[in-house]
């Protein structure tokens, strides 16, 4: 590892393409922003720029952050075919802004389609790429996903020690893998919970105003691109199961995934046919009022990564549906369940009665933001990549 030269301010690119991205990379953006050796630049593109998806760039600015290009690279549809071709006009548009920006490193976050864009990207331009959230796994197309963005990527920001050790089991070198945890958990470390009556001071959104003095339900659940086709059937589940519960509920809008549309419909039917007596809907809020949101709320219910990182550390009792965060790893807070409505109803009313766990630092300690920006400053990979591996693990297999 070699010290970047100290004559000169690193440029440092971070390309956000949705609410959950940013709140995976808001603290590195700050630390970023506030270090003497680092200047930040940032993209801000997909569903992050489209108001169906809650205008994640005006929470964005409101907190600061002036990007330095936005990228509109989302086609309608929200299909398979759609969501490929998102991708490949996300490598069409970001080269020319990388050309205008010149960075020297480049951000990307976790294992979207938008992620695999931005690697490929500065990959293919040479700019070294800094991949966070490497090495973890899960269900759909995000796991392949992520795994070779960690095969694009110079650096690797992993949220936790065995996610570390899998990023090194696929031949990346030791000297570029740092265990930091999650820059989400950072928000959480440093949030003013509040209290109920301050995080259902809700702004937008539709649906019943919901009552501070009693419990709710929060719920996020998104399509799984590998199921498309199910989305309709598994939303319906969800909303049965939260609404037998007989407790407020606050549901957020799907993300652009394939399948959304399917999702957005069942959640529209529900509320449209009176079912969501109770119910408030919302497509966007800032991580502080989200981080609110789930310190107070009985249980979270869906397929949400943020009910398995924030949630740990937070104690808050989640339900994961499904396969979308399949064999992820998990504190106590989490009980799993499948698509039917009366397991997902069973295992939501089992953690309500359970109640609020003991917080589990799995995921971070709250510094993973400063942690990577020094990262950032202080180390200079070979933009040539290569294999590292023992010579051990070249040995031959054992004949079967």
């Not at 200047?39 to 907190?63: P, T």
């Not at 086609?75 to 759609?82: D, K, L, Q, S, V």
């Not at 065995?162 to 893998?177: I, N, Q």
């Amino acid at each position: 590892m070699a010290p970047m030269p100290s004559s000169s301010k690193r440029k440092v690119c971070v390309v956000v393409a949705s609410r959950a991205n940013y709140a995976r990379i808001k603290s590195v953006l700050r630390a970023v922003q506030e270090h003497p050796g680092l200047e930040l630049q940032l993209i801000v593109g997909a569903s992050a720029v489209l108001e169906r998806f809650g205008s994640a760039v005006n929470v964005i600015e409101a907190d600061g952050f002036t990007p330095d290009a936005t990228v509109r690279l989302i086609i309608e549809g929200e299909n398979p075919a759609t969501m490929a071709k998102s991708a490949g006009l996300g490598l069409l548009e970001l080269p020319t802004v990388f050309e205008m920006l010149e960075p020297d490193v480049v951000v990307t976050v976790a294992d979207r389609f938008e992620t695999i864009s931005t690697a490929i990207a500065a990959a293919y331009m040479n700019i070294p790429v800094a991949h966070t959230q490497g090495g973890e796994v899960s269900g759909s197309i995000d796991e392949s996903v992520r795994h070779a963005v960690t095969k694009l990527a110079h650096m690797h920001f992993p949220s936790t020690e065995l996610s570390a050790r899998r990023v090194l089991a696929m031949g990346e070198d030791p000297d570029y893998v740092f265990n930091v945890g999650c820059p989400s958990i950072d928000l959480v470390a440093e949030a003013d919970l509040g209290t109920a009556h301050q995080a259902l001071e809700i702004f937008g959104g539709t649906g019943a105003t919901l009552d501070p003095d009693r419990p709710f339900v929060l719920m996020m659940q998104h399509p799984v691109t590998t199921e498309f086709g199910q989305g309709l059937e598994q939303i319906n589940a969800t909303l049965q199961a939260v609404a037998a519960q007989g407790q407020q509920a606050l549901v957020f809008w799907p993300n652009v995934d394939a399948g959304s549309e399917q999702v957005a419909k069942g959640i529209r039917q529900f509320r449209e046919l009176g079912h969501g007596h109770g119910f408030h809907f919302f497509r966007n809020l800032p991580p502080q009022q989200f981080i609110r949101l789930m310190a107070h709320c009985s249980c979270m219910v869906g397929n949400s990564s943020a009910a398995l990182r924030e949630g740990a550390y937070l104690g808050t009792p989640a339900v994961t549906i499904g396969s979308r965060q399949r064999d992820r790893e998990t504190g106590a807070n989490v009980a799993r369940a499948g698509h039917a409505e009366e397991q997902i109803a069973d295992a939501i009313r089992d953690q309500i009665a359970h109640g609020r766990y003991e917080p589990d630092e799995m995921f971070g300690d709250g510094t993973a933001g400063r942690q990577v920006a020094e990262l950032l400053a202080t180390v200079s990979p070979a933009i040539q990549k290569r294999l590292s591996y023992s010579p051990a693990q070249l040995e031959p297999l054992p004949a079967s």
